[in-house]
């Protein structure tokens, strides 16, 4: 397989490469690419050291069978479409295409089925979205989704290395707010993105629409607050989930522990520090909501992980055995 990388030097890209490594996936070619600022960069694939290229027209006219965008809107706005020309498949991990009805939004362990004879492009998901919607969808299933209200607590990380690095300068003495609104350090901050007209944030928008097209509904109500915290690696959600069908929460944690990259917790809770590598959407703290139609649980994800490069990976990997490209 012939694979590229877009922003390949980022947060997102740069755990693309680890994750497909951690696949043990051996592509025929892979190139990297990222703005002139790294071009001549060496990132390892497997010990095998790879030059960075500054990204151009020219980089994309070759033949690809997956090419991963992990550079923002912009860039997958310019150089998507015309890639396509050249290649099948470019899976894109910014909000330019989500909502776009002709271009599938893709959790593949809910909506794999949507890859199959698709050429194009892919859009990956929001990240607090991803690792939420995965234990909704089971419980969807079963209780038929009505209501969601949820809040987050999400890491700097998810802001891509800028978000890093500003709250290491200030852990440093820094009084510099960098690419937050507000000081970042000892300090939680109620804005994801710009302010809507509704009032909501455009990340709580993105949680919002995203959930409602991955899941194929468009009656559930969700209202969602998104909050920036000091915390590297790792998104926390707290959901608070209504049905139309009475909920048995054993039946509930019991499909919980057997789904398919969910991470169930029974008797314990985990924090943002506690992920280390895990790709799994992990659900703890279980418990019933304000009456046998609803409950609430906590949530947390890697941000880099499941909520963009390991979802970005999965999609090609799922891409790819239906195409017969892997055995
Ligand atoms: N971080 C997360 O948790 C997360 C989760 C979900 C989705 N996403 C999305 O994934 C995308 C990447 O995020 P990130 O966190 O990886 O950001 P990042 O750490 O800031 O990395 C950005 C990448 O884009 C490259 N880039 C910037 N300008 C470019 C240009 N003109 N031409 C070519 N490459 C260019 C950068 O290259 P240089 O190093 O050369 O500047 C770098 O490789 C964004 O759309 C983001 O919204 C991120």
Redo the contacts with the bound molecule.
């Keep these: 397989m012939k694979i590229a990388i877009?922003?390949?030097?980022?947060?997102?890209?740069?755990m693309i490469i680890t994750c497909l490594q951690e696949l043990n996936l051996r592509p025929q070619e892979l190139d990297l690419?990222?703005?002139?600022?790294?071009r001549g960069q060496v990132l390892y694939y497997l010990d095998n050291p790879t030059v960075?290229q500054?990204?151009s027209e020219q980089s994309l006219s070759k033949h690809y069978d997956y090419v991963f965008?992990?550079?923002?809107?912009?860039?997958?706005n310019a150089y998507a479409p015309a890639a396509l020309q050249s290649s099948e498949v470019i899976i894109d991990?910014?909000?330019a295409f989500r909502q776009d009805p002709a271009i599938p939004l893709i959790v593949p362990q809910i909506n794999a089925d949507l890859l199959r004879g698709y050429q194009g492009i892919v859009a990956?998901p929001?990240?607090s979205t991803i690792q939420m919607v995965l234990p909704l969808a089971i419980l969807d299933k079963e209780y038929r989704l009505k209501k969601v209200i949820v809040s987050t607590y999400q890491?700097v990380?998810?802001?891509?290395?800028?978000?890093i690095e500003t709250l290491e300068k200030q852990r440093s003495g820094s009084k510099l707010k960098g690419i937050y609104p507000e000081l970042i350090d000892l300090n939680v901050i109620p804005q994801i993105g710009v302010f809507l007209d509704s009032g909501y944030s455009a990340e709580e928008e993105k949680m919002h629409q995203e959930t409602l097209k991955i899941l194929g509904r468009e009656d559930i109500g969700i209202s969602a607050t998104a909050v920036r915290v000091p915390v590297i690696y790792g998104h926390s959600l707290s959901v608070y989930a209504e049905f139309e069908r009475e909920l048995d929460l054993k039946h509930a944690a019991k499909m919980l522990s057997q789904a398919d990259a969910i991470n169930y917790h029974e008797n314990s809770f985990i924090t943002p520090l506690g992920l280390g590598t895990s790709n799994a959407s992990h659900v703890c703290r279980l418990r019933q909501g304000v009456d046998g139609y609803s409950l609430t649980f906590w949530n947390v994800g890697h941000?880099?992980r499941i909520?963009?490069a390991a979802n970005a990976v999965n999609i090609m990997y799922a891409h790819a055995l239906q195409a017969g490209k892997i055995g």
Excluded at 33 to 38: E, G, I, V
Excluded at 70 to 76: D, E, F, L, T, V
Excluded at 157 to 163: A, L, M, T
């Design positions: 877009v922003g390949a030097t980022g947060e997102v890209g740069r690419y990222a703005s002139a600022k790294s960075v500054e990204l965008f992990s550079a923002g809107g912009g860039i997958a991990n910014s909000s990956n929001n990240c890491a990380s998810g802001s891509g290395h800028g978000g941000n880099v909520g963009a």
